[in-house]
């Protein structure tokens, strides 16, 4: 069974902190995506990267970087935690036209 | 830019037939896609279409598209609770590098 694994499904951390948000998959895609979801905003686009690394910014970059040193692994990072960083991040992958595999989701509290 | 439009809610009554509607703006679409997300989870990919069919059915879901209004349906027969969740209708557009654009999500509530 394909699969794109999240390392953590819930995370609490305090404001300042550096986050790392890991995501796996194992059907050698090409393409890797962050988006978060937030209430009546839908999902929005962190970062995507179409090849290792490689990465290109989404439309909602700032306050995070990705790090993709391996094709299965595409990483998420929150330099200095806010609380407006508080969501839930799924991560997907998918092959030049395919749709996408989604992760299970995080969902990160910043306190 | 491109942009994928869906109605934010939908309640119907449990056995009853769902239609949620979706349009998008991209004259250059190869695939279209639905998604599902169920509380508390990621999004399951449900059915896609591609742009040079008019209908797909699968089961209980037919996915029907209209290219010139530039229109996707998503119906699901025999609506059951379990069907309640929120659904998403995606658009892969022009672009090479595999990134979808997504509509805000419609959620569908069924009532027993």
């Known amino acids: 069974d394909v699969k794109v694994t999240q390392s953590s499904r819930y995370l609490v951390k305090r404001t300042g902190e550096k986050v790392f948000l890991e995501c796996v998959q194992d059907?050698?895609?090409?393409?890797m995506f962050w988006y978060r979801q937030d209430p009546g905003l839908g999902l929005r686009l962190i970062y995507f990267s179409y090849d290792v690394k490689m990465k290109e910014k989404g439309d909602i970059p700032e306050g995070y970087s990705v790090s993709r040193e391996k094709k299965e692994r595409f990483s998420l990072i929150l330099e200095s935690a806010s609380t407006n960083q508080t969501s839930m991040y799924l991560c997907?992958?998918?092959?030049?036209?395919?749709?996408?595999?989604f992760g299970s989701g995080t969902r990160l509290t910043v306190v | 830019g491109e942009d994928v439009e869906q109605s934010l809610f939908l309640s119907v009554r449990e056995g009853d037939s769902s239609v949620i509607n979706c349009t998008y703006t991209d004259s250059s679409s190869t695939y279209l896609y639905w998604y599902k997300q169920e509380p508390g989870a990621g999004l399951q990919l449900l059915t896609y279409i591609f742009s040079n069919m008019d209908m797909k059915q699968d089961q209980r879901l037919t996915v029907l598209l209209n290219k010139k209004d530039k229109h996707l349906s998503l119906r699901i027969a025999d609506t059951q609770t379990g069907d309640s969740a929120i659904y998403f209708c995606a658009d892969h557009g022009s672009s090479n590098t595999g990134k979808l654009i997504f509509g805000q999500g419609t959620t569908l509530q069924v009532k027993p």
């Open positions: 059907m050698d895609h090409e393409n």
């Open positions: 997907a992958s998918s092959s030049q036209l395919g749709g996408y595999t």
